[in-house]
């Protein structure tokens, strides 16, 4: 049996028990109850073999030599500590805000960076996009293993604000994509019965610790086989992108940064999502190829970025005058990765006092380094919101990059 075949999904038959409360439902619906829909069957791939087209190989094997050369890279124009784990952060929330726009969940860089200190309304975008922030940090960190206990972690954490999306637990109910809210039948792709998950899932992490794959390339077909799994009620997609740097981390292809692969993957949509289904018919070499030219992509355009904050960081250091043991050479570092601030959190990450804070905030507005807004329009102190413009453009100038080619 070829590969095309042994991928391809099987399917079996599943009686419709909805599970509905509410006190009526169309004719369509009630017409459904008790009879079958067919639900995906996911092959098992910790052992499969994987003979991908030599070009789309070699491709994948080029695309991880580029991320161990851009972590190398980063880590040589950002030498000192203090300097490179803002950009880190940086990057980090760019694949963030990507991986939220593939789902249609967009924010501003301005939107985000006060969602992140808390300034931003309870369920908004930027808010949901803030939680996927905390979900990638929380997959980077448990890069060490991938279990189905860290996937679960990954998920907590994205999802933790919605309760009915049951953050950390696998689905125990059927899920469909497309068609009729009310029942699966005619829906575009139903993935596996919930009785499958567990099992699946623990098949996806053996085949993450394989070391027999271009990395790139091991990445994207756990990615795929984690869509087709769809092991979630909500929160697939970006659980399942964050688990492509769990697996960069893991197969120690990044060290110390993150590649945005998302702001590739947004780049072109369109062919994202046709390779999610080539590979759900059994051919794996779509989404590989598509995972490839997203790294390159998205590398090039953080290459740009951090060309762009090294200027910025570079500008700041020769317009500040002022002492070199005043608390606003602290801050700059605290703009760069967060280019929002309060008092109440420069005293927080520096260790200064309130007037010590609030000096150096005016020091930083006198150079030209910040704006200071009042975001909730009182008169009151700790409603002051002291922003970096310059660093929130450069964001947005990410973004835009990416989102150019969108198809």
């Known amino acids: 049996m070829d590969t095309i075949q042994a991928l391809a999904l099987g399917w ?40 991908l087209d030599d070009a789309v190989s070699a491709a994948a094997e080029d695309a991880r030599a580029e991320v161990t050369r851009f972590d190398a890279e980063l880590s040589a ?7 490179f784990a803002p950009l880190a ?8 805000s990507s991986s939220s726009q593939i789902e249609n969940i967009t924010a ?5 960076a006060l969602a992140e200190i808390g300034l931003a309304k309870f369920g908004s975008n930027a808010d949901l996009v803030a939680a996927n922030v905390e979900a990638m940090q929380r997959a980077v960190a448990g890069a060490e293993t991938i279990t189905p206990d860290s996937i679960l972690a990954i998920h907590a954490a994205l999802m933790h604000d919605q309760p009915s999306t049951d953050p950390g637990t696998f689905r125990t109910e059927p899920v469909w994509i497309g068609g009729s809210s009310e029942y699966p039948h005619g ?15 623990e098949d996806l992490c053996a085949f993450a610790e394989r070391t027999d794959l271009p990395l790139v390339a091991q990445a994207a077909i756990a990615h795929a086989q984690f869509e087709t799994i769809h092991p979630f009620i909500d929160g697939n997609g970006r659980t399942g992108r964050a688990l492509v740097h769990a697996m960069f981390r893991h197969g120690g292809a990044t060290t110390r940064t993150t590649v945005p692969v998302s702001a590739g993957l947004l780049t072109d949509t369109h062919a994202y999502f046709s390779a999610l289904t080539a590979y759900r018919a059994g051919d794996p070499n779509p989404i590989v190829q598509r995972f490839s030219e997203a790294t390159f992509a998205a590398i090039g355009n953080s290459r740009t970025l951090a060309s762009d904050l090294k200027a910025i960081e570079d500008r700041w250091h020769s317009d500040l005058t002022a002492r070199s043991d005043s608390a606003a050479w602290s801050v700059l570092p605290i703009l760069l990765a967060q280019p929002a601030v309060t008092s109440r959190l420069v005293q927080q990450r520096t260790g200064v006092s309130q007037p010590a804070a609030d000096r150096a905030l005016r020091h930083l507005r006198g150079a030209g380094i910040v704006t200071a ?35």
Request: glycine share 2%; net charge positive; charged share 35%.
């Open 373 to 407: 807004r009042n975001e909730h329009g009182k008169d009151r102190r700790r409603d002051v919101v002291w922003r970096s413009d310059e660093v929130i453009a450069a964001l947005d100038a990410f973004a835009e990059r990416a989102r150019r080619g969108r198809h």
């Open 77 to 83: 124009v950002f030498e000192r500590a203090e300097d």
């Open 89 to 96: 952060s940086v990057l980090l929330r760019t694949e963030s």
């Open 187 to 201: 829906a575009d792709f139903i993935p596996p019965h919930h009785e499958r998950i567990e099992s699946a899932i």
């Open 108 to 112: 501003s860089s301005r939107a985000l």
């Open 12 to 51: 079996e038959s599943r009686v419709w028990e909805s599970k509905s409360t509410a006190p009526t439902m169309s004719r369509a619906a009630a017409a459904r109850r008790g009879t079958t829909y067919q639900a995906a069957v996911p092959a098992r791939i910790a052992s499969m073999r994987f003979p």
